[in-house]
């Protein structure tokens, strides 16, 4: 039986409860009445004995019938009150069941997103070579990630200094005689060529780039730079520059380096200009 079942007949029987009550109330409050007349009593002493012998049990009866109605009321409010904690606390704990849930598919969503868009990165290095594969995997990157730009620097040596060319990109408009190229600890590309250290930046600072569309041009949101290094795991070799309208993530910001850990496995030695 359901809740709003028990209810209603709790209430009910609360009212016959009631009703029989008020019949045994009326019948003990006219019982002396009837016996008088039934017994043809005329002394008015008498009359008074039996109202007051009377009186005494009809007092008790009113205060249990009292204290009954009382216990009723009591208890189906203690009832409604556990009901409605408990309906309170079982939407918390679906709602930290669904949060949960939510969070254990987004992580599940996130790492089978970063496999799959591994194995796609993986099918274009066994496919493609030359300048035509580093520019394929930029856009798959850019791609999956949403990114409006996209750039990726490549080391040249130049005695004791080095520097980080422009090599493809992606959305990203460089005149053909125009030349970008970075210093070792210059800019923030520079400066993660130096550090080895990604960065990742929610508030893109103003006039540090622009997104150039058939609308105009816009600057991005966000910024992601992610180095990629050579097999010894010190020297920074290659570097990708992302930039997005929206909020790079951490889980992105792994995908990224990911990929540039399979690029150093499989084509570091393309990945150094030589002079």
Same mark, same amino acid.
């Given at each position: ?8 007949? %709790? ?6 409860? =009631?009703?029989?009550?008020?019949? !045994?109330?009326?019948? +003990?409050?006219?019982?002396? &009445?009837?016996? =008088? ?19 005494? $049990?009809? *007092?008790?009866?009113?205060? %249990?019938? +009292?204290? &009954?109605?009382?216990?009723? !009321? ?8 556990? @009901? ?63 990114? &409006? ?13 080095? +520097? ?5 990109? @992606? &959305? ?7 030349? !970008? ?7 923030? *590309? ?6 080895? *250290?990604?960065? !990742?930046?929610?508030?893109? $600072? #103003?006039?540090?780039?622009? =997104?150039? /569309? ?5 600057? $991005? ?5 992610? $180095? ?25 910001? /792994? ?9 150093? #496995? ?10």
């Amino acid at each position: 039986m359901k809740s709003k079942s028990y209810k209603i007949f %709790a209430w009910v029987a609360t009212a016959l409860f =009631v009703l029989l009550s008020g019949k !045994l109330f009326y019948d +003990f409050y006219t019982l002396d &009445a009837r016996i =008088v007349e039934e017994l043809g009593i005329i002394e008015i002493a008498k009359k008074r004995v039996l109202a007051n012998t009377i009186l005494i $049990p009809f *007092v008790a009866f009113g205060i %249990a019938f +009292f204290m &009954a109605v009382l216990a009723i !009321l009591l208890t189906n409010i203690a009832g409604s009150t556990r @009901y409605a904690e408990g309906m309170v606390i079982g939407e918390v704990k679906n709602d930290q069941n669904t949060e949960k849930r939510g969070q254990t598919e987004a992580q599940s969503t996130s790492k089978g997103m970063s496999l799959s868009a591994l194995g796609e990165v993986n099918k274009v290095l066994s496919e493609y070579s030359g300048e035509e594969r580093l520019e394929r995997i930029l856009s798959l990157i850019c791609k999956n990630l949403e990114a &409006a730009q996209g750039a990726v620097f490549l080391l040249r040596k130049e005695g004791r200094k080095k +520097f980080f060319n422009f090599q493809v990109g @992606y &959305a990203y408009y460089l005149a053909e005689s125009q030349k !970008l190229e970075y210093e070792e600890g210059e800019g923030l *590309v520079g400066q993660v060529g130096k550090d080895g *250290v990604p960065i !990742l930046l929610k508030n893109v $600072p #103003e006039g540090y780039m622009k =997104v150039i /569309s058939g609308l105009g041009e816009a600057s $991005p949101r966000s910024l992601l730079i992610v $180095p990629i290094f050579a097999r010894n795991g010190r020297e920074v070799i290659g570097i990708f520059e992302l930039a997005s309208f929206s909020t790079f993530t951490e889980l992105q910001k /792994s995908y990224v380096q990911q990929v540039a850990s399979l690029l150093t #496995e499989q084509m570091e030695e393309s990945l150094i200009i030589t002079a």
